[in-house]
Antibody
Framework: QVQLVESGGGVVQPGRSLRLSCAASGFTFSRYGMYWVRQTPGKGLDWVAVISYDGSKIYYADSVKGRFTISRDNSKNTLYLQMNSLRVEDTAVYYC???????????WGQGTLVTVSS | DIVMTQSPDSLAVSLGERATINCKSSQSVLDRSNNNNYLAWYQQRPGQPPKLLISWASTRESGVPDRFSGSGSGTDFTLTISSLQAEDVAVYYCQQYYSIPPYTFGQGTKLEIK
């Protein structure tokens, strides 16, 4: 079955960097686009970034453009999110999600909590 | 950007009764070339990640109980739970995938037992 396991969250000061990883299994990772979605504690869902199956197409939410970088290593079945210049408002649970054949979120990981605080 | 607005924000329904959640998009998410509505529904139980329930406005995912149904077209959509069970306590989100990026969600509807 599809498994997505995020890691790399933690507490970080404003302005610092963090890299999240998402280890995928149970499907052919290299055939599917992948997403990062975040959820502020007690709030709703916000899409962060998307990467195509081969990494050739990438899009970001305006709120993270220029600060976050999504990437993938198909040889390792792993998705990444490099987060630079972190802000207090980036505090959230970050989920990775697998694209279905179309642009909805087919499967989700359990999430990893990122807390940006001084 | 397409804005998704759900109503109500919260809802309390008795066990066995019907629950209805509405979702309205600021622009149509219907592709008239294929007559498909690019609208999905997700369920997020407490402490869990979201789970896809319905895509294309009305197509249930495999394993989703048939008490869950989706309807609507264009800009107005509804998620109906025909007979509420205790395990249906969750926050429900709609999401459009017609005009992306950005991928936009409704603000969520919290469903509780009365």
């Amino acid at each position: 079955q599809v498994q997505l396991v995020e890691s790399g969250g933690g507490v970080v000061q404003p302005g610092r960097s963090l890299r999240l990883s998402c280890a995928a299994s149970g499907f052919t990772f290299s055939r599917y686009g992948m997403y990062w979605v975040r959820q502020t504690p007690g709030k709703g869902l916000d899409w962060v970034a998307v990467i195509s199956y081969d990494g050739s197409k990438i899009y970001y939410a305006d709120s993270v453009k220029g600060r976050f970088t999504i990437s993938r290593d198909n040889s390792k079945n792993t998705l990444y999110l490099q987060m630079n210049s972190l802000r207090v408002e980036d505090t959230a649970v970050y989920y990775c999600a697998k694209r279905a054949g179309y642009d909805f979120f087919h499967y989700w990981g359990q999430g990893t909590l990122v807390t940006v605080s001084s | 950007d397409i804005v998704m607005t759900q109503s109500p924000d919260s809802l309390a329904v008795s066990l066995g009764e019907r629950a209805t959640i509405n979702c309205k998009s600021s622009q149509s998410v219907l592709d008239r070339s294929n007559n498909n509505n690019y609208l999905a529904w997700y369920q997020q139980r407490p402490g869990q990640p979201p789970k896809l329930l319905i895509s294309w406005a009305s197509t249930r995912e495999s394993g989703v109980p048939d008490r869950f149904s989706g309807s609507g077209s264009g800009t107005d959509f509804t998620l109906t739970i025909s007979s509420l069970q205790a395990e249906d306590v969750a926050v429900y989100y709609c999401q459009q995938y017609y005009s992306i990026p950005p991928y936009t969600f409704g603000q969520g509807t919290k469903l509780e037992i009365k």
